[in-house]
């Protein structure tokens, strides 16, 4: 079976007593998909992801996760987030958030090995930082902001990759490049992109599903 993600009957809400976000979401996530997710404003496409993640647990129904046809404990996941809050006054480069994305793969205390250093200057070319790689993060405009995030969240070469509106902060100049980017990550990982704009999502997604509180077909 190609399962990743597995949810069956999903409510959610941020107390006990708050109004229910979510209402018997049901929805599989499979190795290959690029999953698209439209809807209005506060109809509860952010919370999905949130639940997917693990940052909110649902008030019904359940979540699992497979690999390669058995059942884990969770996944390997990459995030890009609606909005970043990335403290822009912290000393850091562009090379070293990206970086930050592999520390979970090598040992603690331990340099990064060769390989993971070339992955690095890969995904740096990639994200169309390379000239920008030794700038500190409070020097970059908000679009090269994004894409070194997002350079951070698929490095570590999650099964899924996540994305909530991406468009937001994506550069006009990159935006483009960002799509091609996508089809090619998509053959490595599964994509769940949330999105206003249709005719991008359009272009790569397997499928679309709209969410307003559930699933509308």
């Known amino acids: ?23 018997d979401v049901s929805l599989t996530l499979y190795k290959a ?17 949130k639940i997917i993640l693990g940052l909110l647990k ?17 996944l390997k996941m990459g995030y890009l987030p609606q909005v970043n ?25 331990r340099s990064f090995s060769r390989e993971q250093r070339q992955r690095i200057d890969r995904t740096i070319e990639q994200m169309g930082l390379a000239e920008l790689a ?10 090269q902001l994004q894409r070194t995030l997002l350079g951070r969240a698929i490095i570590g070469k999650p099964k ?18 960002f799509y091609e980017l996508l089809g090619e990550i998509r053959h490595e990982s599964a994509v769940i992109l949330v999105s206003h704009n249709l005719a991008n999502m ?10 307003d509180k559930t699933i509308i077909l």
């Not at 079976?1 to 976000?21: D, F, G």
């Not at 996760?65 to 404990?73: D, L, R, S, T, W």
């Open 202 to 211: 359009e272009k790569l997604a397997t499928r679309i599903i709209r969410i």
């Open 33 to 49: 998909d690029f999953l698209g997710i439209t809807g209005p404003n506060g109809g509860g496409k952010t919370t999905l992801l």
């Open 134 to 143: 030794r700038r500190p993060i409070g020097e970059l405009s908000g679009g």
């Open 1 to 23: 079976m190609n399962e990743l993600i597995v949810l069956e009957n999903i409510s959610a809400a941020y107390t006990a007593q708050a109004e229910v976000i979510l209402k």
């Open 160 to 177: 899924v990759l996540i994305l909530d509106e991406p468009d937001s902060y994506i550069d006009t100049a990159f935006e483009t490049h």
């Open 85 to 109: 809050l990335i403290d822009k006054k912290y000393p850091i480069s562009v090379r070293e958030v990206i970086s930050s994305g592999l520390v979970s793969d090598k040992p603690l205390f």
């Open 58 to 74: 649902p008030v019904g129904g359940s979540i699992r996760f497979f690999q390669q046809g058995e059942e884990v404990a969770s």
